[in-house]
């Protein structure tokens, strides 16, 4: 999730399990520790581009490092926060928020490492979008109202909105992916694969992404809450696998980083439609009905020894945001 809305829902959680008079410094201890996982994405090195994509929603993410990362936020909230709170209550108010910047993220879309070291899996419940304002607005208010007043009544409504959104976006996931499998079965496609994931900030449009006789597709699903269910049919692209499409480059650093980039991709690459040097992942792109990636890396077959770029591929155009709003209104 964004920044705010993990810091609203670590205060929630921090608020929680204090004392009703504690309520603002605990409120800021569990913000400032839900946001603080994220801080990963600050580790990068320059020449392994791939490094900081795959850190980010690792280890600071992980059940096991909870208790790590609140330790690290109690130290550097310690020197502000002493006056109000004992070391004992400020860790315990930054374990509880720390503790939902990882699960929170697995509701997402990304890809989050709930179980790194012991597994390396991503889990990504697909439910909700990494941006919601919808959500974030609500959590705003609520809890805002709560601390502002010390009344834990509206923390209580604060987690009724948050899993409201969330169960939501379970049913709305379900209807999308039907709606895909019934879409595939219709154009004589077995589909393999099937991967279904919210657009940018809401719970209305969807992508789905599906595999079938080495072709990746992607279609638009808007599964409206009045209007029912409707499809915008997308575009395809051949399947991009390492190991055949690359495998005069094996043990080079080259093929090293594409299969680093399938694993973070699930396997779904193609080429970039206007620049083939371009392996991206299909499961992301400005419009859920267009094959042109989101990013991808840049292949370079005459310097097979040097770390592939890593490349976006942002396009908010006026007709690209025009085509979207038509999608997710049901024009």
Same mark, same amino acid.
């Given at each position: 999730?964004?920044?705010?809305? %993990?810091?609203?829902?670590?205060?929630?959680?921090?608020?929680?399990?204090?004392?009703?008079?504690?309520?603002? +410094?605990?409120? =800021?201890?569990?913000?400032?520790?839900?946001?603080?996982?994220?801080?990963?994405?600050?580790? %990068?090195? +320059?020449?392994?581009?791939?490094?900081?994509?795959?850190?980010?929603?690792?280890?600071?993410? !992980?059940?096991? =490092?909870? +208790?790590?990362?609140?330790?690290?936020?109690?130290?550097?909230?310690?020197?502000?926060?002493?006056?109000?709170?004992?070391?004992?209550?400020?860790?315990?108010? !930054?374990?509880?928020?720390?503790?939902?910047?990882?699960?929170?993220?697995?509701?997402? !879309?990304?890809?989050?490492?709930?179980?790194?070291?012991?597994?390396?899996?991503?889990?990504?419940? $697909?439910?909700?979008?990494?941006?919601?304002?919808?959500?974030?607005?609500?959590?705003?208010?609520?809890?805002?109202?709560?601390?502002?007043?010390?009344?834990?009544?509206?923390?209580?409504?604060?987690?009724?909105?948050?899993?409201?959104?969330?169960?939501?976006?379970?049913?709305?996931?379900? &209807?999308?992916?039907?709606?895909?499998?019934?879409?595939?079965?219709?154009?004589?496609?077995?589909?393999?694969?099937?991967?279904?994931?919210?657009?940018?900030? $809401?719970?209305?449009?969807?992508?789905?992404?599906?595999?079938?006789?080495?072709?990746?597709?992607?279609?638009?699903? &808007?599964?409206?809450?009045?209007?029912?269910?409707?499809?915008?049919?997308?575009?395809?692209?051949?399947?991009?696998?390492?190991? &055949?499409?690359?495998?005069?480059?094996?043990?080079?650093?080259?093929?090293?980083?594409?299969?680093?980039?399938?694993?973070?991709?699930?396997?779904?690459?193609?080429?970039? +439609?206007?620049?083939?040097?371009?392996?991206?992942?299909?499961?992301?792109?400005?419009?859920?009905?267009?094959?042109?990636?989101?990013?991808?890396?840049?292949?370079?077959?005459?310097?097979?020894?040097? %770390?592939?770029?890593?490349?976006?591929? &942002?396009?908010?155009?006026?007709?690209?945001? $025009?085509?979207?709003?038509?999608?997710?209104?049901?024009?």
């Amino acid at each position: 999730m964004d920044p705010v809305t %993990h810091g609203l829902v670590g205060a929630a959680a921090a608020t929680t399990v204090s004392d009703k008079e504690k309520m603002r +410094p605990a409120a =800021f201890a569990g913000a400032v520790s839900a946001m603080m996982a994220d801080l990963d994405i600050f580790i %990068h090195n +320059p020449a392994d581009p791939l490094l900081n994509i795959e850190i980010h929603r690792q280890f600071t993410h !992980s059940i096991v =490092f909870i +208790p790590v990362g609140a330790l690290i936020a109690s130290a550097v909230l310690w020197w502000l926060l002493r006056k109000h709170l004992s070391f004992r209550e400020l860790y315990l108010y !930054s374990l509880a928020g720390y503790a939902t910047a990882g699960l929170l993220d697995a509701f997402t !879309s990304y890809g989050t490492q709930l179980l790194w070291p012991f597994l390396d899996t991503r889990f990504a419940w $697909n439910v909700i979008s990494v941006v919601d304002p919808v959500v974030t607005i609500g959590l705003i208010g609520f809890i805002g109202f709560a601390i502002w007043k010390q009344r834990r009544l509206f923390i209580g409504f604060a987690w009724t909105w948050l899993v409201f959104f969330l169960l939501f976006g379970w049913l709305q996931h379900n &209807r999308a992916e039907s709606a895909a499998e019934a879409l595939a079965e219709l154009r004589g496609h077995s589909a393999s694969e099937l991967v279904v994931k919210p657009t940018i900030g $809401n719970q209305l449009l969807w992508r789905a992404n599906y595999k079938y006789e080495g072709m990746i597709y992607t279609d638009a699903v &808007r599964t409206g809450t009045f209007r029912g269910i409707q499809i915008y049919e997308g575009e395809a692209e051949p399947e991009i696998i390492p190991e &055949r499409d690359f495998a005069e480059f094996k043990n080079t650093t080259l093929f090293n980083d594409l299969k680093r980039f399938e694993k973070l991709s699930e396997g779904f690459l193609i080429r970039h +439609p206007d620049k083939p040097e371009v392996i991206g992942d299909a499961r992301y792109s400005m419009l859920p009905t267009s094959m042109i990636p989101l990013w991808g890396v840049e292949t370079d077959t005459t310097d097979t020894e040097r %770390h592939l770029p890593f490349l976006y591929f &942002r396009d908010a155009s006026e007709e690209n945001r $025009n085509d979207f709003m038509d999608m997710l209104l049901g024009r």
